[in-house]
């Protein structure tokens, strides 16, 4: 198994930045790809920005592009996402997943909130 655990979310004006962190725990070798996505009120779950876990590509939702980058520090199994100029909409709990070699089961976090006032 792999336990994902987000963080850095907060309370930022717009137009400001912040950087989430997703700390992957267990059986990281076993992990193909990772991903963000966020969940704003009332809305459904939309898919942000992932990459493979070899990084040979990475991909971007386009309310992500320009604004938002997604990277990752090997050596402590964290992926970041950060996220520039944010906007009111942006307001979301954001989460990241992982998808795992041999497994159809997709492991989330817990997620971590974010909230950018006008």
């Known amino acids: 198994q792999v336990q994902l655990v987000e963080s850095g979310g907060g309370l930022v004006q717009e137009g400001g930045s912040l950087r989430l962190s997703c700390a992957a725990t267990?059986?990281?070798?076993?992990?193909?790809?990772m991903d963000w996505y966020r969940q704003a009120p009332g809305k459904e779950r939309e898919f942000l920005a992932g990459?493979?876990?070899?990084?040979?590509?990475?991909k971007y939702a386009d309310a992500a592009k320009g604004r938002f980058t997604i990277s990752r520090d090997s050596a402590v199994n964290t992926v970041y996402l950060q996220m520039d100029d944010l906007k009111p909409e942006d307001t979301a709990i954001y989460y990241c997943k992982a998808a795992i070699v041999g497994s159809t089961t997709d492991y989330w976090g817990q997620g971590t909130q974010v909230t950018v006032s006008s």
């Open positions: 267990g059986r990281t070798f076993r992990i193909l790809s």
């Open positions: 990459f493979s876990w070899s990084g040979d590509w990475a």
